[in-house]
């Protein structure tokens, strides 16, 4: 277990341990203003380019993809690869045309974790939004994106293209909206699940803990199941001793998020980790740092109970929601605090919520030393393992970030994400399929839809793509919008390639580029506006 160094042990703020602050509300996003987006066209024609489709199948091009409105109507062969395209291809009618010539087209990504840039992070949920675009999201679940009152306004001006978001999923969690008090009995579980099917809410996020325990938990499942919504629970270590994951998944859950009740449902010694003596959750240092210690306490890899806990939650159809991104920061904290999109696109109040703090959530790196990132580390060979695994098997696994903590800014968590699967041992085309396919069919299952009208770029599907000039497969830290470094044979010099080029999302065309230029213009105002230097961010 891990041991906290005498100096970190006696410091005076230990003394009395506070519970980190209730987390901010959340502004709406200005309305979409002229110029932002183009279209949707009454057809639009993106030409010449090479389809990776979302559901495995190997690329294929060069195409042509005739988009009505915001609907895929063809998929064209452009020519034959090796050879000069045909020139002046129909169809010839269209309004609006993208030379992909050279380039990517995958489905729009999906984001099964998200938080909204809230008021102490942000000016307004905009920020959030145009980084998640700018990096080909085309959808997220909120869980939640903000409180239940601009949720559900922000998710019907979206569906609108009102305002410059993606496409939003708003889950919230039991009791949350309504004005009949905490929720305290399995009954009003049940009362408080039909209100949200009857005003918008698309699925309830758990957390397990103090004030919502396994029984509650089972009654809103088991009326969510009934009216169509879809559940995913943070299985917190407040609670995970009563309601792990295996007992989640036989409970009816539907998607396990982050690692939480998975190594729990593992333990070699009984239901309960072995914490410190002297741990307590509301230090998020000791919460942090044991959490990770668990990994040498489970079942190996292989095993039999190993085999027969992800077969069993394959069984009942559990997805596996990994979010290794917001968490990365424990394993080489360095390397997340140095990152390279800090200096133009973080804003100056969520750089200072990411700092050592006692108030913030996630800011927890009070004295962390190379002990825990190495059992962090430890830790995630684990839990990548049985990743790959869950996957190998057949069972779903999905990306999400749950950026806005723990030096992850918005958008920029995404490409980490799916780098993490692939060290995990996803093969880039099941990356893909893990970040588009897989997280279309855990939105929609829950409605009854077994065919999501996203995730895959199919005739008939919803316009949500991303367009790319770097080849993903390849390589993909080519999709941070800070793109990669790559040497210049011709000049012998290093250069910056990559980044989304155009998001599409239902029909219109955003400049990837352009929606990054306007958030670096939104953090240099936000400088301005604190003081700050316009350049760079200050290091402790």
Not at 28 to 35: Q, S, T, V
Not at 37 to 59: E, N, S, Y
Not at 391 to 399: L, S
Request: glycine share 10%; aromatic share 10%.
């Amino acid at each position: 277990m891990c041991v906290v160094s005498p100096t970190f042990a006696q410091a005076p703020v230990q003394q009395k341990v506070e519970a980190v602050k209730p987390r901010a509300g959340a502004n709406p996003a200005p309305a979409r203003a002229a110029g932002e987006g183009a279209g949707p066209f009454r057809k639009m024609v993106i030409r010449g380019a090479m389809l990776i489709d979302g559901t495995g199948a190997p690329p294929r091009g060069p195409v042509d993809i005739v988009v009505e409105n915001n609907r895929i109507a063809e998929i064209l062969d452009a020519g034959t690869p090796g050879l000069p395209m045909k020139q002046g291809r129909e169809p010839r009618d269209f309004d609006h045309e993208v030379d992909a010539a050279g380039m990517w087209v995958l489905p729009g990504f999906i984001d099964t974790h998200v938080h909204g840039s809230s008021a102490d992070k942000a000016p307004d949920l905009g920020y959030s939004y145009k980084l998640w675009l700018a990096h080909g999201v085309t959808s997220v679940r909120g869980v939640n994106l903000a409180p239940w009152n601009v949720s559900t306004v922000e998710k019907a001006r979206s569906a609108r293209n009102e305002i410059v978001a993606p496409r939003i999923f708003d889950y919230q969690r039991v009791g949350q909206g309504w004005d009949k008090g905490p929720v305290i009995t399995s009954q009003q579980a049940r009362e408080w699940v039909r209100w949200a099917a009857k005003n918008n809410i698309d699925g309830i996020k758990f957390g397990i803990g103090p004030t919502e325990g396994p029984e509650i938990f089972k009654a809103a499942i088991d009326e969510a199941k009934k009216l169509g919504l879809g559940t995913t629970a943070h299985l917190t270590q407040t609670g995970v001793a009563m309601m792990n994951a295996r007992q989640a998944g036989e409970a009816g859950l539907g998607t396990v998020t982050h690692f939480y009740g998975h190594m729990e449902s593992l333990l070699k010694n009984g239901a309960i980790q072995d914490y410190s003596t002297d741990y307590s959750f509301n230090d998020e240092q000791y919460r942090f740092a044991e959490v990770a210690d668990i990994w040498d306490d489970i079942y190996e890899p292989g095993s039999k109970e190993w085999t027969d806990y992800l077969q069993a939650q394959k069984d009942r159809g559990v997805t596996f929601d990994p979010t290794m991104t917001i968490y990365a920061a424990s394993r080489d904290l360095m390397r997340a605090r140095n990152a390279d999109w800090h200096n133009e696109y973080t804003m100056p109040q969520l750089w200072d919520f990411f700092q050592s703090s006692r108030e913030n959530h996630g800011s927890y790196f009070f004295d962390w030393t190379t002990k825990q990132e190495t059992q962090w580390r430890n830790f995630y060979a684990r839990y990548m393992r049985l990743l790959n695994d869950y996957k190998n098997i057949g069972g779903r696994v999905t990306t999400g970030t749950d950026s806005g903590f723990i030096f992850k800014t918005y958008g920029f968590g995404f490409p980490e994400e799916l780098e993490m699967l692939q060290e995990a041992g996803f093969n880039p085309h099941q990356v893909i399929r893990a970040a588009t396919m897989n997280g279309a069919q855990t939105l929609y299952e829950p409605k009854g839809i077994t065919d999501p009208p996203i995730g895959m770029v199919r005739v008939g599907k919803l316009a949500d793509l991303v367009i790319v000039k770097e080849n993903p497969l390849q390589n993909f830290k080519t999709l941070y919008g800070t793109g990669t470094l790559r040497l210049n044979e011709q000049t012998q010099k290093l250069e910056r390639v990559g980044g989304v080029s155009y998001t599409v999302k239902d029909g219109i065309v955003y400049d990837a580029k352009r929606l990054l230029a306007d958030v670096a213009a939104m953090v240099v105002a936000e400088k301005k506006r604190m003081g700050w230097p316009e350049q760079g961010v200050p290091r402790p």
